[in-house]
């Protein structure tokens, strides 16, 4: 009994909203105006953020290793680029919820496959059903569009009022918004209780299941969310860009994912967050030097991250932060580690 | 009745080269439980090796092959002991992140080295063209390589199974703490059965060049094909992943012959079947770790 309202009281006491979370927010929204000719640039940041996020919910959470995320993108982004160009569902928020239900969908027939078997298993199905729906986008280009993707998209206003403008603006504050809300419903689901038995699997799934919890069925339900959100993302990327095209398929897009989130961080939440702005930053970095080889940069970074040791690299980026409010406040850092997710 | 046979020497031809290029892969995946995705980068290596030797050095075909398998083996065996080691214990998704980082790293360098465009290296005269037997087309080529990597796989085979190296790998595998407690220096077994994959991948992308292209995303457009040789394969023997290969060559070239039109939709699904009925592979062991 006294081990239950331990359980729950940690459970409320992590659920909190903590000040430097809400400062985070506000940090973000300030950028809306801090930075009024980098619409676009952020737009594209709060996109990767998201669909991070996605990936967060079942790497950080439950601990599956995706190859192949890009596939629930894809299928968001054709799905709402197909949407808007045929007319099908012209109000942008109705068409945004629909191309994350199709991903969703999608997410749910191939849970089955990944919750079979071993890591390797899930790598290489998840990496095959990314290239099968390449393949399938590819051969049926008479409605995808091919190599070209899909041309002319025209969106409509959002909700009848906000009309996308070529700066950008709009898009920002509706990828904003989106991001916002969606952040805050998986805040609600990782520290539920059902977020809690995600832990308990992802630390030893035989023991998770020994204390009665269901693991293939959790395993299940959070892949689908996830494939909701990574279709949510691909279908802001096609709405806020007016373009879909066979790209959003591609390996290095899963791949870049990864390093986003290892960058930030899995198993918080903000780490996908944090991990897109400093990849965005890197990514201009690289490019303003060698334009045409920054997969080589992307590629050390990855290498150097895993030597250096995810943990390591953490707890030094954390150093100085911890340092101030241990100076000003002086209680212990308030900026907890993410949990390493050693075998 | 003809196109069958061709169709099916074609595939076999096609199945043994990917036996070759993934049997290294089978080794590192699947009995050192290491996720190496940086295997085919090593395979591009080799064949790029070959490719620079045959064509600006004017070396013959032949002489080029074991160089492509040694300057392999010697990069496999300089990254696995200064990079790869460290990683061995770690988790899984370090081990992937890291050679997917060493996969671009490698694809950006040789794209940056040799440029982007397909490689094709000079072939002698003997190999080129095909003869007729019974009515069947059957291409030099491919039935060199078919000679090849026979008995290359024989050959592996008794290495595994009669020799005191194969006895003390297949140990190593099983149980490092009592391989190691037994005499057996296990980082070493590793570090050459590691080298000896690579070069064997090296060899592979020499010979592949012809047959699978040769450029600078040859590591990540062949990662898929030998994973699926691995994972449907099972690790418990060499045969596992021989079939393996063998099935995928033979599935690849006769989905492409039949529906062309569905290019390599064939392969993923007849691999997402077998996975769905046997989830350790077709030939695997019941425990994976």
Redesign the interface.
């Given at each position: 009994m006294n081990a239950v309202s331990d359980v729950s009281s940690h459970a409320i006491a992590r659920a909190r909203w903590r000040p430097a979370e809400i400062a985070f927010w506000m940090l973000a929204l300030s950028c809306a105006f801090l930075f009024p000719s980098r619409y676009l640039i952020m737009t594209d940041i709060l996109r990767l953020a998201l669909f991070t996020l996605s990936l967060d919910l079942i790497?950080g959470y439950a601990g599956i290793?995706s190859?192949g995320h890009a596939a629930f993108f894809g299928v968001g982004a054709y799905s709402a680029g197909l949407m808007a160009l045929h007319g099908i569902i012209n109000e942008p928020v109705i068409a945004l919820v629909v191309a994350g239900l199709i991903a969703m969908v999608l997410g749910f027939l191939t849970s089955f496959?990944v919750i079979?078997?071993?890591?390797?298993?899930r790598?290489?199905?998840t990496?095959?059903?990314a290239?099968?729906l390449e393949?399938?986008a590819?051969?049926f280009s008479n409605i995808t569009g091919g190599t070209d993707g899909l041309q002319g998209i025209e969106m409509q206003p959002i909700l009848g009022m906000f009309a996308f403008d070529m700066f950008g603006k709009t898009g920002f504050f509706y990828s904003l918004i989106v991001l916002f809300l969606l952040f805050l419903l998986a805040r609600r689901i990782v520290n539920s209780p059902f977020g809690l038995s995600l832990r308990a699997i992802k630390n030893n799934p035989l023991r998770a299941s020994a204390i009665g919890v269901p693991v293939n069925r959790r395993l299940i339900a959070i892949y689908t969310v996830a494939a909701f959100y990574a279709g949510i993302a691909g279908a802001l990327f096609t709405q806020t860009t007016a373009l879909a095209s066979l790209d959003v398929f591609a390996?290095?897009r899963s791949?870049d994912l990864?390093?986003v989130l290892?960058i930030g961080g899995t198993g918080y939440l903000y780490g996908g967050l944090i991990g897109a702005v400093v990849f965005k930053m890197l990514q201009e970095l690289f490019q303003t030097i060698t334009p045409?080889?920054?997969?080589?940069w992307?590629?050390?970074?990855?290498?150097v991250?895993?030597?250096v040791g995810?943990d390591r690299m953490h707890r030094w980026a954390l150093w100085l932060p911890n340092l101030i409010i241990r100076q000003i406040a002086g209680r212990k850092a308030v900026v907890a580690v993410p949990e390493s997710?050693?075998? | 009745m003809t196109t069958l046979f061709t169709i099916l020497f074609d595939g076999v031809a096609y199945g043994m080269l990917l036996f070759v290029l993934a049997c290294g892969l089978a080794v590192t995946l699947g009995l050192m439980n290491f996720v190496n995705l940086a295997h085919g980068a090593f395979a591009m290596a080799g064949g790029y090796i070959c490719a620079v030797l045959v064509n600006n050095s004017g070396w013959p075909f032949f002489a080029a092959l074991p160089l492509a398998f040694v300057t392999a083996a010697a990069i496999g065996v300089l990254l696995e002991r200064t990079l790869y080691r460290h990683l061995y214990t770690r988790s899984h998704l370090d081990q992937v992140l890291f050679t997917i980082g060493l996969t671009f790293m490698s694809v950006a360098a040789v794209d940056y080295i040799m440029g982007s465009s397909r490689i094709f290296i000079k072939l002698p005269a003997a190999l080129e063209g095909q003869f007729d037997f019974f009515g069947v087309g059957i291409g030099r080529y491919r039935l060199m390589i078919i000679v090849i990597c026979g008995l290359l796989t024989v050959a592996l085979q008794l290495i595994l199974s009669k020799t005191r190296f194969g006895s003390r790998l297949r140990a190593a595998v099983d149980d490092p703490r009592v391989a190691s407690g037994l005499g057996i220096n296990v980082p070493q077994v590793f570090a050459f059965t590691f080298a000896f994959g690579c070069g064997l991948a090296g060899l592979g992308g020499a010979l592949s060049a012809e047959i699978l292209g040769l450029d600078p995303y040859f590591p990540l457009k062949f990662m898929i094909y030998f994973l699926i040789v691995v994972t449907v394969g099972g690790s418990s023997s060499i045969t596992g992943p021989f079939l393996a290969s063998l099935l995928l060559g033979i599935g690849d070239v006769a989905g492409k012959y039949y529906v062309p039109k569905m290019g390599p939709f064939v392969i993923y699904t007849i691999m997402i079947v077998i996975l769905i009925w046997r989830p350790n592979g077709l030939f695997g062991r019941a425990a994976a770790r």
């Open positions: 790497l290793v190859l496959l079979r078997g071993v890591d390797l298993t790598l290489m199905v990496l095959g059903i290239l099968l393949a399938l590819e051969r390996f290095e791949a990864m390093l290892v045409q080889y920054w997969l080589f992307i590629g050390l970074v990855l290498v991250i895993v030597l995810r997710d050693a075998p | -």
